[in-house]
């Protein structure tokens, strides 16, 4: 998906919504393939029947967005599978099915911070489906603030990078590098490549950081930043490089620059991600302006 970065109607489409993945236990198949029909429309779900093969599939597919798992389970009971999951997966919501002789562990697993909630054998559908998809909403909100708040604190540093570029700089060759390598080191991008632009046109002034090394000027991305001085973005592109970003560095309408940044995975930035990273290059373009004025 190509896209401006300008036009908000555009930039709603840059990160379609995904359904949700949720992990399912149980030692019983019944039960176990019960709970796959009652969630695999909403989620991606996936299949556990013990706490051990549950703790593999999340080591192999990373986090989820909820976790329901049964109490009474031969080799591990499910509070104490939950329990492990605490570490790695601190968002993760955590929901038990359990009997009432269970109750002791339960209130302790509640207490702390282990189980989000525990619904009483045998559960209906429908309630359980209420008490999933409020645990996701929850999970969503952490989720968001979480990543607001990576996303404020990589572009803090970025913008006390460009600050101190800014007032020590005196030849634009100089802060090429620094400038790339904030940017690279910031937002976890594979690669990095800024590269100034004179008259519209790509000169040799650049820097390289990560692991790509592209040409900037066969970047149909690149071209399309130049020609029309808006900021454009490849979320899922090809397998070398499966997100594109192409940032244009400008002030009053003239392009200064060209920020070209990669990921190997698809759909890598949201687009609060991407928002930041153009503020943080707008202030790139101030910071260039100010730079070029005191150095000529």
């Known amino acids: 998906m190509i896209s401006s970065l300008i036009s908000s109607s555009e930039s709603n489409n840059l990160n379609p919504p995904?359904?949700?993945?949720?992990?399912?236990?149980?030692?019983?198949?019944?039960?176990?393939?019960?709970?796959?029909?009652?969630?695999?429309k909403e989620f991606?779900?996936?299949?556990?029947?013990?706490?051990?093969?549950?703790?593999?599939?999340?080591?192999?597919?990373?986090?989820?967005?909820?976790?329901?798992?049964?109490?009474?389970?031969?080799?591990?009971?499910?509070?104490?599978?939950?329990?492990?999951?605490v570490s790695d997966f601190?968002?993760?919501?955590?929901?038990?099915?359990?009997?009432?002789?269970?109750?002791?562990?339960?209130?302790?697993?509640?207490?702390?911070?282990?189980?989000?909630?525990?619904?009483?054998?045998?559960?209906?559908?429908d309630e359980l489906k209420v008490v999933v998809s409020e645990a996701t909403q929850i999970y969503d909100l952490l989720k968001q603030r979480s990543e607001e708040l990576i996303r404020s604190q990589a572009q803090n540093a970025l913008l006390s990078v460009i600050v101190e570029i800014a007032q020590n700089s005196n030849q634009l060759s100089d802060c090429v590098l620094p400038l790339a390598d904030a940017f690279w080191?910031?937002?976890?991008?594979?690669?990095?490549?800024?590269?100034?632009?004179?008259?519209?046109?790509?000169?040799?002034?650049?820097?390289?950081?990560?692991?790509?090394?592209w040409d900037l000027a066969q970047d149909p991305l690149v071209q399309t930043v130049i020609a029309s001085g808006r900021s454009q973005a490849n979320l899922n592109g090809d397998e070398e490089c499966k997100t594109n970003l192409a940032i244009a560095i400008t002030f009053r309408e003239q392009v200064l620059g060209i920020l070209s940044m990669r990921w190997q995975s698809a759909?890598?930035?949201?687009?609060?991600?991407?928002?930041?990273?153009?503020?943080?290059?707008?202030?790139?373009?101030?910071?260039l302006t100010c730079i070029r004025y005191y150095s000529s």
């Open 18 to 40: 995904k359904k949700l993945k949720l992990l399912v236990v149980d030692d019983e198949q019944d039960n176990l393939d019960l709970l796959y029909r009652t969630f695999r």
């Open 44 to 85: 991606v779900v996936f299949r556990a029947d013990s706490g051990v093969k549950a703790l593999e599939i999340l080591a192999k597919e990373g986090e989820m967005a909820a976790i329901i798992s049964d109490q009474r389970m031969p080799e591990m009971k499910g509070t104490e599978f939950l329990s492990r999951t």
């Open 90 to 125: 601190p968002d993760t919501m955590r929901i038990v099915l359990t009997g009432f002789t269970d109750i002791t562990d339960l209130i302790e697993a509640i207490n702390s911070g282990q189980v989000h909630k525990y619904i009483t054998k045998p559960w209906e559908p």
């Open 185 to 213: 080191r910031n937002f976890g991008a594979n690669g990095v490549m800024l590269q100034l632009v004179e008259k519209g046109a790509l000169i040799d002034t650049q820097a390289i950081c990560g692991n790509y090394i």
């Open 267 to 287: 759909n890598a930035l949201t687009i609060g991600d991407i928002a930041a990273i153009q503020q943080c290059a707008d202030e790139v373009a101030i910071a």
